[in-house]
């Protein structure tokens, strides 16, 4: 008979938000240069249009205080859920920047699943700009991709380390 110890797994014991062992959906995310910036009553009215029109009730929005969500259609699952609809995108703010009453919109993102559906970055922007009647500077539309999350830890480098 032969013993062997085994360690144990770790549990893991802090919020997940995704399922262990799941796909990652990879997202193309782009900071907005130069940063949108409106006055609070503009961005209230965009929420206001965005609820309007919102997932639960047919629409194709989701509004949030961190921003609005775009997504391919209502939510038509069980109990309110999502469904069939998936997320497209999203666009992304933070308030009293850069003084108060004044949001600033400082990133777009688009999905795998937006990115499938053929949309960018500029063109989830002007979904939501459309809510509200909004516009941008034209140099917030022209997008770049920023760097990789962390060049410090890709698969290359990991490999060379001894």
Known sequence: MTLQALEPQPVHRSFRLTRP??????????????????PDREARALLAAAERRDVSSGGTFSAGPAGVQVWSGPWDGLLGSKGSARHLGS???SYDTPSRHYITVYRVMVTAAGAEAGLAPADVLAQVQDLGGVTAPADALRLAVPPPRDPFRSAARLKSLP
């Open 91 to 93: 666009v992304d703010w």
């Open 21 to 38: 062992g799941a796909p990652v959906a990879v997202a193309i995310a782009s900071n907005v240069r130069p940063s949108i910036v409106l």
